[in-house]
């Protein structure tokens, strides 16, 4: 153990598990809110991009195509690993805001040009651990370290600021999770005032560039009231950007899938967001067959384990598990099955749980394998946008490696679903009693999916929707007044034939108020 107070650790341990939450000097929903520009709903992630194409994404593509927010990877100083893998992104060597994605400068243009066109950006913030034991330590902001010594002059930090040494071995143990050094990285000590300072000097120094909050990576390694107290101090966001006295989008990397770990996201919710890692999991199972989709009737309400529906971001899948790491193992569904990953989306993307998030990934073969890049290392920018998507050309392929998903048509077009629905019920619950479903979102929207394999989907169904014939934004998009792809006709009773066939690469189908031609 540490320099920490157990008794203390123990008794606030003590309270989260009894759910004793003591008065707050602040309002903590405030966190659990995303600050979208109205009428926007999803984020997307990409994945160690520059901050230069960010930039461009966000007026070109991201903005005219409704997303809502940017997750980038972390901005800060990190250690340069031999062969340059992904991971190296998530061991810090200074808070210095200088990556391969950028520096500083960059990172300031690239918010100021996407908060313009409407879509907000949140900062994975890496605050649990620094470095692990590699020789020579240096950063890629030319910064050194002795990492063995546990000395960041970068920061600086030394040896007090760090948690005793020692690894986890008992993930039930909420002491040693909280305490220990995650992977053999170098543990800070947030009980610590001075590391408090450090982390909140950056925050708060990106929060001064006008990001409207941040993914907190491995908050499940940090104690609860040390967090509380960093959040609590954080400067609020920029008011001539998100208005007066709004504070950060909070959401949290805690990984517990229910297992009797002694760490529990619902140690985390009350006072932020957290990543609910079952949601994608469960998906995934339902989607490759392992459950019948039928039974996603009430999914998300009040069964399965999962955190209340306005206290989580939601994803299909991550950084971290589409390369088997994290949570999910086999379950996980990724790019690399197409068909039913886009299915999957699109039902993420449908139905009403959560703060959906979109990944949008870059091609491996080697799960540590890092983004494209020549041979000096530098980052290789996917191709841009060809024409103007907003006025119906079709967005072209990202190239060099880089896969873009959220520039796939029907997970693009279903953002759009999202954003057009909103909070409306889901009604109309329709099931064949297997793996054909569809549900209406009000009158707002309607959506359909075939997951019987080798089975075609001909129902006459009730969508929910005023007569007239729409658009399915699976297959194809309206562009003035006129349908690429497929077109619903709903009769004046709000049925409509529906057809998915068992062979088309999509499996679903969707249509929305927008879409009305």
Known sequence: MNNRNLLSRLAVASLLLLQVHWALSYDSAAYRYPHYVDGRTSMVHLF???????????????GPMGYAGVQVSP???NLVIPGRPWYERYQPMSYKI???SGNEDEFADMVKRCNKVGVRIYVDAVINHMTGNQVPAVGTGGSTAEPGKRLYPG??????????????????????????????LHDLNQGSEYVREKILEFLNRVIDHGVAGFRVDAAKHMWPGDLEIIYG??????????????????FQEVIDLGGGEGVSKWQYNYFGSVIEFVFGIQIGRFFRGWEDLSHLQHWGFSDRGLLPSNDVVVMVDNHDNQRGHGAGGDAILTFKNPRLYKMAVAFMLAHPYGHTRVMSSFDFSDPSQGPPADSQGNLISPDPINGDVASGAEANPCGHGWVCEHRWSPIYGMVGFRNVVQDEALTNWWSNGQNQIA???????????????????KETLQTGL?????CDVISGRKVNGKCTGKTVKVNNDGNAYIEILKDEADGALAIHAETKL
């Open 48 to 62: 160690e991009w520059k901050f230069k194409d960010i930039a461009e994404e966000c007026e070109r593509f991201l």
């Open 75 to 77: 901005i800060n100083e």
């Open 98 to 100: 200088i990556t391969r």
């Open 155 to 184: 920061v600086p930090y030394g040896p007090k600021d760090f948690n005793t040494p020692c690894g986890i071995f008992n993930y039930g143990n909420g002491i040693e999770v909280r305490n220990c050094d995650l992977s053999g």
């Open 233 to 250: 101090r954080t400067k609020n966001l920029r008011s001539d950007v998100f208005g007066e006295n709004k504070r950060p989008f909070i």
């Open 439 to 457: 549900f209406s979102r009000g009158n707002r929207g309607f959506a359909a999916f075939n997951g019987q394999f080798g089975t075609d989907l």
């Open 466 to 470: 005023p007569a007239g014939d729409y």
